[in-house]
Nanobody, 124 residues
Framework: QVRLVESGGGLVQAGGSLRLSCAAS????????LGWFRQAPGKEREFVAG????????RYADSVKGRFTISRDNAKNTVYLQMNSLKPEDTAVYYC?????????????????WGQGTQVTVSS
């Protein structure tokens, strides 16, 4: 069992930055592939970024590539999402998730554990 808790969301102006954190419980944290998803009102939850269990492979949605960076610190049981050059269309609730798959996957169905979400609002 894994418990995930996101933090770091808030209100920011377009062009600004935020750093999201996801703290996890569990002695086997390092064995999980981790992902960030987001969901805007009226839209499906979509993949944003993912990082493999080893940290050696990362994947990003085209819409955030070059602006967002995912990283993990297994010693701290934490995964991060650094978000730069934020745009109003980035506004959404952001969720972290953990998967037992050995590599990053893009579908929500591949993830076994989810955090409660943190709101990110980007004003123009």
């Amino acid at each position: 069992q894994v418990r995930l808790v996101e933090s770091g969301g808030g209100l920011v102006q377009a062009g600004g930055s935020l750093r999201l954190s996801c703290a996890a419980s569990g002695r086997t944290f390092s064995s999980y592939t981790l992902g960030w998803f987001r969901q805007a009102p009226g839209k499906e939850r979509e993949f944003v970024a993912g990082i493999s269990w080893s940290g050696g492979s990362t994947r990003y949605a085209d819409s955030v590539k070059g602006r967002f960076t995912i990283s993990r610190d297994n010693a701290k049981n934490t995964v991060y999402l650094q978000m730069n050059s934020l745009k109003p269309e980035d506004t959404a609730v952001y969720y972290c998730a953990a998967s037992t798959w050995p590599a990053v996957r893009y579908s929500t169905s591949a993830y076994d554990y989810w955090g409660q979400g943190t709101q990110v609002t980007v004003s123009s």
